[in-house]
């Protein structure tokens, strides 16, 4: 007998041993495939798992940070805006000179009872300066 096969042979082959040995191959290799595919998707799966809660945990924490240090700052700027002022030297009025002024300023006599403060422009109201009218105190608060 010949190799050679007749074309009727070659084509019973080709469309009926073929697929008939292809299925009968996939039906016992498909399980063995189907297993290898599970496991590999679970490893994936569980290594996504560890890593994003180890991302969240990192999260968390820079959170927790940025949190602490936002709360520092505004503890910082509070502080500041509620300390007391620092005192300022009193101002000199004209026709004063420094030593009255500091003297008006202690804290002993006050601006309404000097003689001086009474007669002076800056008590004495709404006034016209060189840069125009100047507001009074109530237009002001």
């Given at each position: 007998m010949s190799d050679e096969k007749n074309p009727v042979e070659k084509a019973v082959e080709l469309m009926v041993y073929a697929p008939i040995g292809f299925v009968n191959f996939m039906r016992s290799m498909l399980p063995g495939w189907i297993e290898g595919g599970r496991q590999e998707v679970t490893k994936q799966m569980t290594n996504a798992k560890v890593m994003s809660e180890f991302a969240i945990a990192q999260g968390r924490n820079e959170a927790?940070?940025?949190?602490?240090?936002?709360?520092?700052?505004?503890?910082?700027?509070?502080?500041?805006?509620?300390?007391?002022?620092?005192?300022r030297p009193p101002?000199?009025?004209?026709?004063?000179?420094?030593?009255?002024?500091?003297?008006?300023?202690?804290?002993?006599?006050?601006?309404?009872?000097?003689?001086?403060?009474?007669?002076?422009?800056?008590?004495?109201?709404?006034?016209?300066?060189?840069?125009?009218?100047?507001p009074s105190a109530d237009a002001l608060a």
């Open positions: 927790g940070k940025a949190v602490s240090q936002a709360g520092e700052a505004v503890s910082n700027l509070t502080a500041r805006r509620t300390a007391p002022p620092a005192q101002a000199v009025r004209v026709g004063q000179t420094p030593a009255t002024a500091h003297a008006e300023g202690d804290g002993t006599s006050t601006a309404a009872s000097t003689p001086s403060a009474a007669a002076s422009p800056a008590s004495a109201g709404p006034s016209i300066s060189s840069n125009g009218p100047r």
